[in-house]
């Protein structure tokens, strides 16, 4: 973004874009807006006790789009797990055990293929 990224420039910055590169309109937008995955920071959605209703989520569905639903990004939710868990030691034993696995077959080709 150009401008200070807060919820009004990204809100105009989602639907102008959905305007203009998608082509609809305020009420193609009504009926194809389904869902938006966000990565889970106040100005994307809502906090988990509901207090905060200014996430661009809660904008666009009190503003455009009343059947969004509102979604985690799945891929940065299990980013934040493993941060958690990679701190126990029986992961990090783990984790390293499987690169160790890996290095050794993976510069073999011979290696590799008894592996397989």
């Given at each position: ?56 989520c ?24 493993y ?15 499987i ?18």
């Open positions: 973004m150009k401008e200070a990224c807060n919820l009004e420039n990204l809100f105009n910055l989602v639907v102008n874009s959905l305007k203009e590169i998608a082509n609809l309109d305020d009420v193609k937008i009504l009926r194809k807006l389904i869902c938006v995955g966000a990565y889970g920071a106040l100005v994307m959605k809502e906090n988990k006790n509901g207090l905060n209703k200014n996430g661009l809660i904008h666009l569905q009190t503003s455009i789009a009343p059947y969004m639903i509102p979604n985690h990004c799945m891929t940065h939710r299990l980013n934040l797990a941060k958690i868990v990679s701190t126990h030691t029986c992961v990090a034993k783990m984790e390293e055990l690169d160790e696995v890996y290095a050794y077959f993976s510069k073999s080709s011979k290696r590799n293929v008894e592996f397989q």
